[in-house]
């Protein structure tokens, strides 16, 4: 019954931001905390920030003190301000909650894709 929107990516220089956003629907009453998500080709899925109901936050070692998450309750969204984007950042960000569900499950949306190069 949750779903997840997620949107904002595109193709960016290393060095420049951007800004995500993921759209919920759906029974989310019970979403304490919200999880950002990438998983690049042949790697696995990992946490890159979090936001609890009450906006505290924590974050992944990789986007540590480049990304930061917030989120807007009245508009059921949260988004992941991402700067001084790297290669290395490249990959299909989503959005769910955390801890996340498997991947398997239907409440995970497409993804949007970073791409970071020159």
């Known amino acids: 019954q949750v779903q997840f929107v997620e949107s904002g990516g595109g193709l960016v220089q290393p060095g420049g931001s951007l800004r995500l956003s993921c759209v919920a629907s759906?029974?989310?009453?019970?979403?304490?905390?919200m999880g950002w998500y990438r998983q690049a080709p042949g790697k696995q899925r990992e946490l890159v920030a979090s936001?609890?109901?009450?906006?505290?936050?924590n974050y992944g070692d990789s986007g540590k003190g480049r990304f930061t998450t917030s989120r807007d309750n009245a508009k059921k969204t949260v988004y992941l301000q991402m700067n001084s984007l790297k290669p290395e950042d490249t990959a299909v960000y989503y959005c769910?909650?955390?801890?996340?569900?498997?991947?398997?499950?239907?409440?995970w949306g497409q993804g949007t894709q970073v791409t970071v190069s020159s």
């Open positions: 769910n909650s955390y801890p996340p569900p498997s991947v398997y499950t239907d409440s």
């Open positions: 936001i609890s109901n009450g906006g505290k936050t």
């Open positions: 759906g029974s989310i009453y019970s979403i304490y905390i």
